[in-house]
Each structure stands twice: as structure tokens, then as C-alpha cells.
């Protein structure tokens, strides 16, 4: 138990849910650097945009904006079920400085769990520095909703590099985890004994690998996640000629040796991967070039993924790429969750440019009604 702005927060009485479970409103960062995103982020912007107004549709958005951006931008951004905060940042990758949110369904309680952040590598083999404003996001967005935190400050984690069923099992990569850029002292007991007493976690289940190219070192939700507690869906390359094949096969392997908590196989679903893509120079017009960050040229690998969805209860919003594979892409979730849930495509390729996709940019707060006061709060403006 910990003390946390004057209350007493027993993380065991709280869980990790599923992210496709009914969410209070989703979290997103809008992009602006200019040594990342081209055209000083425009082109990025919209692609952000469209799967903002589209998740807005369906629950609200709490949308951090950095103080450098202008108010103009902002208007764009001014409507229904929007709800915009000024926070500074580094990066707009939501999923990875965002709290992960853990619910006590019993007392329908909500709390932020604020993991350290080093933008993949530290100083010296990150993607960019400094990285103080997002390794502060965390706890400035619970300082702004209220929303009590649970400091884990001494632990690099980013929410990209786990999933979890909502069951108690939490999946992710060997690759990402155990780097040495992360928490280099810690094995992979020490870290899962970590992750399972801090997330309040049954088991931590480490798959071999991540999707070749990702610079992010390997996180999870480019490769493999939870479409149900019995079901996984693996970003599979079946093309043997390539390097993700055999990463595909190792992968596919370790998940057909689990079984669930209940003592069943898992039902694994192959999803495929689009052709392989690279930044194109028009892609890397006016781009700043900075020491202090990942310099983005022409022919650089992109790691894209249809696995870097975004789900709630009632819809999924996917990357699309223009590829022949997008409307299989399409139909391999369509067919899993017929009319559950609504499958949404989003032409997504400028936010690949950055480093991610859909999943990266968005963090879930799960449903809770003690939350009800950011919307009146909002409401009353």
C-alpha cells in the first residue's frame, strides 16, 4: 500500500483492464516537432486528426497540446467531446508517457501508474533529448484530471511495450524489456516480479520479438496483442526471404507453447504485415537535423504494422497504407468480431513516419463514473 495525495492506494485491489473494454475517454498529444515530422507536422496533423475526430464519435478525447503550438491549431481542434488541456511535451506518443490506468471495479475508482521514461534509450542511445517533458507528462496529466498516481519512477516502462487481457495476463517482448537501454540491472524474473506487483498482474509472459526496424526496440503493440482472453493476434511475414519470417516463426512458436489461465491453447490469429515501406524524400522536406535527435533520411526502414490498432468496446480504428493488404487487414478483425465492434480504417503513414502508428498515439482511461467531473468540468466552461 502507498500513500498518494493523502489517500491510501492498495494497488491490489486495483487491475490492468483490457483495452477493448468501454473506456472514459481517450488520451492523445498532438505533434509538432520539426526534426521528426515534416512540413512542420502538418501532413502529421491531419492523420492525428482524423483518428481524433473518429474516436470522438464514440467517447471523449483529452487532447494535450504543447504550449509552443499555436492557438490556431488549437481552434481546429475546438468541438464536441474534445476536451483540450496545454501540458508540455517532447514527443506525441501518448501511449508510451501517458499513465497506465488501473481500475478498483469495487469502489469504481481510477488510478495513474507513472513509470520512467527515457525515449527509448537514454541519453545516449535514445530517439531524442531531453526527455524530461514527457517523463513529467505522466504526472502532469493526473495533476490536471485529478486522478490520483502511483509513482514507479525508478522503472523505464512504456505502455507500447505491454498488453494485457484484462484477465490478469501481460504480454510482451523479450527484445524491448530486456534491453540494456531500459532497466539493464534487472533480469527478466527480477522485471516480471516488477511489472506483476506494480500492474497488479497474475503472470508476465515474454514473447521472443518485436517487428524488424522498430525503433521504439521492439514493443509489443507492434507485433502481437489480446483480441480476447483466449484469443492473440500475431503480425506474421510469411515471406521467407525476409528477416521478419523467421522473428514471425520464433514468435508464433512461443505463443502455440502457452496456454490460458484456465489451462487452454490460445486460438492465434495471423495478421500480415504490409509491404515493407521507407521514407521517401519528399518525406524528409525541411525536416530540422538535430544532434540530439534521430535524424529521419531518405530509404530509412519504416516498421509498419496493422497490429497497431486502437480498440475500445464499440470500434477499432486501423492503420491503413494504401497496400494490398489493408482490406484483409480489414476483414481478418471484422470477421473475428462481427458486429461487436465497428472497424474503422485510417490512412496512416505520416504518423509511421514518426517512429509509430494509431496504437502509440492514443492511451485509454477506463470507464469509471467517479470520472464524471472532467465533463462537467469542461461543460461548465
Known amino acids: 500500500m502507498k500513500a498518494i495525495n493523502n489517500e491510501i ?4 485491489c486495483y487491475t490492468l483492464p483490457f483495452e477493448g473494454e468501454k473506456h472514459f475517454a481517450t488520451v492523445i498529444m498532438l505533434p509538432f516537432r520539426e526534426d521528426v515530422w515534416y512540413k512542420k507536422a502538418l501532413p502529421a496533423r491531419e492523420n492525428f486528426k482524423e483518428v481524433i475526430f473518429q474516436i470522438a464519435e464514440y467517447e471523449p478525447v483529452i487532447l494535450a497540446i504543447d504550449p509552443s503550438i499555436d492557438e490556431k491549431i488549437v481552434h481546429e481542434f475546438e468541438r464536441e467531446n474534445i476536451i483540450i488541456y496545454r501540458i508540455k511535451y517532447d514527443d506525441s506518443w501518448a501511449r508510451d508517457t501517458s499513465p497506465i490506468f488501473l481500475i478498483n471495479r469495487d469502489e469504481d475508482k481510477i488510478v495513474g501508474v507513472d513509470f520512467g521514461f527515457n525515449a527509448y534509450g537514454g ?3 535514445g530517439l531524442y533529448y531531453p526527455y524530461d517533458n514527457d517523463d513529467n507528462f505522466a504526472k502532469n496529466l493526473l495533476l490536471e484530471l485529478c486522478i490520483p498516481s502511483f509513482k514507479r519512477k525508478d522503472f523505464v516502462l512504456e505502455g507500447g511495450s505491454i498488453c494485457c487481457d484484462g484477465k490478469g495476463s501481460l504480454l510482451t517482448t523479450r527484445e524491448c524489456l530486456l534491453s540494456p537501454d531500459r532497466n539493464p540491472s534487472m533480469s527478466e524474473e527480477e522485471i516480471g516480479a516488477y511489472l506483476k506487483k506494480s500492474l497488479n498482474v497474475k503472470r508476465v509472459l515474454f514473447l521472443p520479438y518485436g517487428v524488424e526496424d522498430d525503433e521504439t526496440g521492439g514493443h509489443v503493440d507492434n507485433v502481437c496483442c489480446f483480441l480476447d482472453d483466449k484469443t492473440i493476434l500475431l503480425a506474421y511475414e510469411e515471406d521467407e526471404t525476409l528477416p521478419q519470417h523467421e ?15 484456465d ?7 495471423k495478421m500480415p504485415f504490409p509491404k515493407k515501406m521507407y521514407i521517401k524524400e519528399e518525406e524528409t522536406e525541411d525536416l530540422l537535423i538535430k544532434d ?5 533520411i531518405k530509404d530509412s526502414p519504416l516498421a509498419g504494422s496493422y497490429v497497431n490498432f486502437y480498440m475500445s468496446e464499440k470500434f477499432i480504428v486501423l492503420p491503413q497504407f494504401l497496400d494490398e493488404n489493408d482490406k484483409e487487414a480489414v476483414k481478418i478483425l471484422q470477421d473475428f468480431y462481427g458486429d461487436a465492434k465497428k472497424i474503422i480504417p485510417v490512412y496512416s503513414r505520416d504518423i509511421l513516419l514518426g517512429g509509430g502508428n494509431i496504437h502509440c498515439i492514443t492511451m485509454q482511461i477506463p470507464y469509471s463514473s467517479s470520472l464524471s467531473y472532467i465533463m462537467e468540468a469542461r461543460n461548465d466552461k
Open 123 to 125: 541519453k545516449d542511445h
Open 263 to 269: 489451462g487452454e491453447s490460445y486460438n492465434i490469429i
Open 247 to 261: 522473428r514471425s516463426v520464433a514468435n508464433y512458436d512461443y505463443l502455440k507453447s502457452l496456454k490460458t489461465l
Open 292 to 296: 540530439d535527435s534521430k535524424k529521419r
Open 9 to 12: 492506494i492498495d494497488i491490489n
